[in-house]
């Protein structure tokens, strides 16, 4: 029998990493799942309650708008902002001197604190005093988004697509600026039309740049909070009322612990489940060629 | 046919002009940045209108597009479409081309067959090995069904071995009657294996143009005769020269010229062996076949023919 005493030493060398896993990710984590499955009057008297809360979080109706705002809101960001960023990409200058000035103008609004984003469009939507919301009015059309559903959602996607799509278009730049020249003359060669470049030389090379960008987008499109809440504050009525908005609003609002908890174990496997069902059906097509 | 006439680099007064064979392989041999890379791209229609005219078939397609040219193009790279197989690769232009399906088909058998990648029509490029790949590239750029292929040192990324394959079988490959082809590259072993003619550039400059073996007996200057000689020439004074493979260690003829040298270094790789020798201020390299076995800083006699000693400063060879 092999003795593993001196082995067993080598895990005093990983300690520090798991405390550090440990305290940050695993034991929040674990602690909302606590709540989860518990009925919390205050600090002494708790009642174990099972899964009920994630039942009743399901079958809320107020979650199921919010989720399928939420879907539908990252859905249209994603198909407006990923072609989009890849058009802008396309389209930008290479090796000029021009280039860094437009990488730097796309790169303003990724910098710019995401409450001020919010408070930014606050103000340049507004009808009485936005630049936009008064060249709007200016044409005829009423617009006003603090009282139309629509209009909110007008604004809130604008606003996104502002604040994001940079992000897409600075990642598929730099994709696109790691094709070598000769793939393209080659292609030019070829014959082949503009549609076909993109399709068969640039898109292939693109692939990994746009999953990652994809991935960040899905991802936070999901998480989105800061820029409504200052924007609209989840109105009018609950139009604009996204999951986080509402998980903080049960949470913070009205104490709802318990529930709160539930909502959010939810919420962080959705996260989850959708960012793995994309990353595995991007790398699955990969693998079929 | 392929013609450059007075093709001029920015900055050169003098231009290249040269009238390529049609049916024959033209290997185009120069150093880093001769200018061979811009020969293959102004060619092609790559390089934004250089001074000069390019004329195919008698008919000066200066100022055609890279598209319009019909002109195939292989890269040092290996540039293929990622996400299609070998077939549609091959395929590429004449789908763009929009010719019928049974032409594309035959024509892409045809090139697959005589380029021995007919077994691979089903596989990705990146499922290939880089002969493959340069090969599938080869067909592709054949499959425009222009008359002049260039090829812009297609092998330098390819292993030694494969590259000796793949050299021996191009000129079989390329050799169809009606091709011009331009091969360019920097070893002047590629211009005897392949070259029917051959072009020396420096500077974007052409310097002397012929088949291999007279260029290589007529140097029209020390720069010539360098470009064809590997290793290059030892340099006897401003107007003579002679190769290293032209220089014995014993007296062949009583008429040998003979030089007092000192030997300073020795590389042998079995089958030949390199002398560098100090003769009068000047590095010399001697190339001897087998192993040698002299102690450095010996001191050696070398001759030479007096036949083999080349005089510059004469007439340029003939095309």
């Not at chain 2, 051959?198 to 310097?207: F, G, Y």
């Amino acid at each position: 029998m092999i003795k593993g005493v001196s082995n067993n030493r080598a895990w005093l060398a990983v300690v520090p990493v798991v405390l550090v896993v440990a305290f940050s990710a695993v034991v929040p984590l674990m602690t909302v799942v606590n709540y989860s499955v518990q009925d919390i009057f205050d600090v002494d008297t708790r009642l174990f309650v099972g899964l009920d809360w994630y039942r009743e979080t399901l079958r809320d109706p107020r979650f199921i708008d919010a989720l399928l705002r939420q879907v539908t809101f990252s859905a249209t960001v994603l198909v407006i902002e990923v072609p989009l960023g890849i058009w802008i990409a396309r389209a930008l200058p290479r090796d000029s001197r021009a280039t860094s000035a437009f990488l730097i103008l796309l790169a303003i609004p990724l910098l710019i604190p995401w409450n001020v984003v919010g408070t930014i469009w606050q103000i340049f939507a507004r009808p009485d005093i936005g630049l936009l919301g008064v060249s709007v009015a200016a044409l005829g059309i009423s617009f006003n988004y603090t009282g139309s559903s629509v209009d909110a959602w007008i604004t809130l996607i604008l606003m996104d697509i502002w604040h994001w799509t940079s992000l897409v278009a600075l990642l598929a730049f730099a994709g696109l600026a790691s094709i070598p020249s000769p793939c393209y003359q080659a292609a030019m060669l070829d014959g082949a039309s503009t549609w076909q470049v993109f399709r068969y030389v640039e898109l292939p090379r693109l692939k990994s740049v746009l999953t990652i960008a994809v991935l960040l987008r899905v991802m936070d499109s999901l998480m989105i909070y800061t820029e409504p809440f200052v924007l609209t504050g989840g109105g009018p009525g609950n139009s604009t009322t996204f999951l986080s908005q509402y998980l903080t609003s049960m949470a913070v609002g009205q104490f709802d612990l318990g529930p709160a908890a539930a909502f959010s174990v939810l919420y962080f496997l959705l996260i989850v489940l959708l960012c793995w069902l994309f990353y595995t059906s991007v790398m699955r097509s990969e693998a079929d060629g | 046919m392929l013609e450059v006439r007075e093709l001029a680099f920015a900055g050169n007064e003098e231009g290249v002009s040269h009238r390529f064979a049609q049916g024959s392989i033209t290997v185009v041999l120069g150093r880093n940045n001769s200018g061979k890379t811009w020969l293959a791209r102004s060619i092609a229609g790559l390089e934004v209108s250089p001074p000069g005219t390019i004329w195919i078939d008698g008919q000066d397609v200066s100022a055609l597009g890279a598209r319009e040219r019909k002109v195939g193009l292989v890269y040092q790279a290996f540039v293929n479409y990622p996400t299609l197989n070998v077939y549609r690769n091959i395929a590429s232009p004449l789908i763009a081309a929009k010719r019928s399906r049974e032409v594309i088909e035959r024509t892409v058998r045809e090139l697959a067959e005589r380029l021995q990648i007919d077994a691979l029509l089903r596989r990705f490029p990146d499922e290939l090995s880089g002969g493959q790949q340069q090969r599938v590239a080869i067909a592709r750029a054949l499959a425009q069904g222009g008359k002049v292929l260039v090829m812009d040192e297609p092998l330098v990324n390819l292993d030694y071995k494969l590259r000796e394959e793949l050299e021996l079988q191009l000129r079989d490959l390329l050799s169809t009657g009606e091709l011009v082809v331009v091969y360019t590259t920097s070893d002047p072993k590629d211009a005897f294996k392949l070259g029917d003619h051959v072009l020396l550039l420096d500077d974007h400059r052409l310097l002397q143009s012929g088949a291999p073996l007279d260029v290589y007996r007529n140097p029209a200057t020390i720069t010539t005769a360098d470009l064809m000689s590997d290793p290059g020439v030892n340099v006897v004074d401003t107007d003579t020269g002679l190769r290293p493979e032209h220089i014995t260690l014993h007296r062949r003829s009583a008429s040998d010229l003979v030089f007092e040298s000192v030997l300073v270094g020795l590389e042998t790789n079995g089958s030949e062996s390199f002398l560098h020798c100090r003769w009068s201020e000047q590095d010399w390299v001697v190339k001897l076949s087998g192993m040698v076995d002299i102690a450095l800083g010996t001191g050696l006699q070398l001759f030479a023919h007096q036949a083999d000693v080349l005089r510059f400063g004469g007439a340029r060879g003939g095309d």
